[in-house]
């Protein structure tokens, strides 16, 4: 499912991740490769989630892109800033 101008989410592991379509909240996504869209936030903050493209399954960009492998460039003040860091089964890919 890959797209040339696009952000596409690779999952390594199965994630739980917010869905605003069910009565709980919450929806079980499988390992694989996912088209994603970028959304302001639905509750106002100032930044951009990042949706499941077709779905109402989504997250924080941020939060998409702390479980990427590599260092923590986005998050001064932490122990592990700018460490490197490999999150095995727990990757989440970002391109684009």
């Known amino acids: 499912m890959s797209q040339k101008n696009g952000i596409t989410a690779t ?7 917010l ?3 069910t009565a709980l909240g919450r929806v079980n996504v499988d390992t694989g490769q996912y088209e ?6 639905p509750y106002g903050h ?8 077709g779905t109402k399954i989504d997250m924080a ?3 998409w892109r702390q479980w990427q492998n590599g260092m923590l460039a986005n ?6 800033f700018v460490k490197p860091i490999d999150w095995g089964d727990f990757e ?5």
């Open 61 to 63: 960009e941020g939060a």
């Open 92 to 96: 989440i890919v970002i391109e684009g």
């Open 46 to 53: 100032p930044c951009d989630w990042l949706v499941i493209k």
């Open 36 to 41: 994603l869209e970028r959304i302001p936030c």
């Open 11 to 17: 999952l390594k592991k199965t994630w739980t991740l």
């Open 75 to 80: 998050m001064e003040g932490h122990p592990d």
């Open 19 to 21: 869905d605003g379509s």
